[in-house]
C-alpha cells in the first residue's frame, strides 16, 4: 500500500449535521494510516525523530516526516529544535495533542475487542480489562447506557 503525500481532506460538511462536520475536522488532523500511532508514540513524552521512527514500526522515513509537519499545523505537536547543524528537533504533543490519548484509548479498546489476538487494557492495580464510560462533569455522573442514544458531539 503506497501512502499519499498529504492525508486527504474532508469534504465539507458545513451544512450537514455538527457531530458529522466535528468527526469531519477530526479525521481531517488525525485520521490517516500514520499519524495516530505518531500521537500514541509520542504520549510517553518528547522524542526524536529517530526514537519516532524505531517506536512507529514499518513507517518510512518520509512519511514520518509528513505527519510530523501534519500534526504541527494542527497545533498537535510542536518541534523544538535541539541542533543547528544539521537541523534536527524533538517532537511533543501540545495539550491538544495530548487530549487525544483517551480517543486512542478508546480506539485500542475497541481495537482489542474486534482483533483477533489484541490485549485489551488492563488496570495496573487489579489487571481487569478496563471499560469506557461516558461522564458528565456538570453533573457529576456517569452517562446511563440508555443515554448514550441522546449523546450529542457538537
Not at 27 to 32: C, E, F, P, R, W
Not at 99 to 126: I, Y
Request: proline share 8%.
Amino acid at each position: 500500500m503506497v501512502d499519499s503525500p498529504e492525508p486527504t481532506p474532508a469534504p465539507d460538511t458545513s451544512d450537514d449535521d455538527p457531530a458529522r462536520s466535528a468527526l469531519a475536522d477530526a479525521l481531517a488532523a488525525v485520521g490517516d494510516r500514520w499519524t495516530l500511532q505518531v500521537v500514541a508514540a509520542l504520549l510517553d513524552g518528547p522524542r526524536r525523530f529517530g526514537e519516532l521512527q524505531e517506536d512507529v514500526r514499518g513507517i518510512a522515513p518520509n512519511v514520518l516526516t509528513q505527519r510530523l509537519r501534519h500534526l504541527e499545523r494542527h497545533a498537535l505537536v510542536v518541534a523544538r529544535p535541539y541542533s543547528k547543524r544539521p537541523p534536527r528537533f524533538v517532537y511533543e504533543l501540545s495539550a491538544a495533542g495530548r487530549e487525544l490519548a483517551g480517543a486512542l484509548r478508546l480506539l485500542a479498546g475497541w481495537g482489542a475487542r474486534n482483533a483477533e489476538g489484541a490485549a485489551a487494557p488492563r488496570h495496573a492495580v487489579c489487571g481487569t480489562t478496563l471499560e469506557a464510560r461516558w461522564w458528565c462533569p456538570t453533573c457529576e455522573r456517569p452517562a446511563a447506557d440508555q443515554e448514550a442514544e441522546e449523546l450529542h458531539f457538537a
